[in-house]
């Protein structure tokens, strides 16, 4: 149907525009020789399998490793499967997120954070905008992360970000730029993943250290799959301009519906432990402009 006062051509070309828009995205499961290029620990640290469709990170005393994706990405749906260094992992960090380059750049972050064998991970999550982060919340997760490879996504819109974990819901940092709150919507990123040692601030504050006679520590990963708007020689392969057009692309409808929005206060009502939006003591002169409109 087409919107009231519009014009049947003005809906054909709304409907063209998105037709457009999803052939110009990709969404298809990835391949780890085809889709990353490992950035350090290569070889013993950093490994590929299974005809590029499993890939592993390690962590020993001597280095850890890491992966990026060869493309860069406006907006957009990412999924990957992790599962997470099992037994006591306490001073690591498994990190996978998006980031843009240079000293103002934008990152949409997930940070695993170790812990000893029988006590939970936290899920560490920050949004930078323009070099500036301090957003963080953290989780408990409701599954231990280190039996079962489990999904963990990111909907990356102009209007919101979305945290997904198998799924649900976990976050929602939606685009203030109307109170004067940057949002990540001009700079291309890549996708990022490591595992490094980071004992003196992951665990407890960096009172337990890494246990060194348990190394390597080792994450898998599997089923990476993009739905996203690619950038290349400073173009996307969306029209960033024509936000209307995005209507028709699979990852821009999954919008929070009744359901999702319970999703959402489930997760954080019972699994969250840290909200910045929260603290009171750390912002005393009244909490960031953005909280005020956090609520989806």
Not at 77 to 105: E, F, W
Not at 221 to 232: D, E, K, L, M
């Amino acid at each position: 149907m087409a919107p009231r006062g519009s014009s049947p051509c003005a809906s054909y070309m709304v409907v063209l525009g998105s037709l457009l828009l999803m052939a110009a995205s990709i969404a298809a499961a990835g391949n780890f020789y085809q889709d990353f290029d490992v950035t350090w620990g290569g070889g013993e640290r950093a490994k590929i399998f299974n005809r590029g469709l499993l890939l592993s990170l390690s962590l020993d005393r001597v280095s850890g490793s890491g992966f990026r994706s060869k493309k860069e990405y406006l907006f957009g749906r990412i999924d990957m499967q992790l599962k997470l260094v099992a037994g006591n992992s306490a001073g690591t960090v498994t990190a996978y997120y998006l980031s843009s380059q240079g000293p103002t750049h934008d990152e949409i972050d997930f940070e695993f954070l170790g812990n000893l064998t029988g006590d939970p991970y936290i899920l560490h999550t920050n949004v930078f905008t323009q070099g500036k982060g301090n957003r963080e919340q953290q989780f408990y997760l409701w599954f231990d992360p280190t039996r079962n490879f489990h999904t963990y996504s990111v909907i990356w819109k102009p209007q919101h970000i979305i945290f997904l974990v198998d799924n649900i819901p976990i976050r929602v940092f939606k685009n203030a730029e109307s109170v004067g709150v940057p949002f990540p919507k001009s700079q291309p990123m890549k996708i990022y993943s490591s595992l490094w040692n980071a004992d003196d601030w992951a665990t407890r504050g960096g009172l337990i250290k890494t246990d060194w006679s348990k190394a390597p520590f080792t994450a898998y990963y599997r089923n990476f799959q993009v739905t996203a708007c690619t950038w290349s020689s400073g173009s996307s392969s969306c029209d960033i301009r024509r936000p209307s057009s995005y209507s028709g692309a699979t990852w821009q409808v999954n919008e929070l519906d009744a359901n999702g929005r319970r999703r959402l206060r489930w997760v954080q009502k019972y699994f969250m432990i840290y909200n910045y939006c929260a603290d009171l003591k750390r912002f005393p002169q009244g909490i960031p402009a953005e909280c005020k409109r956090s609520r989806f």
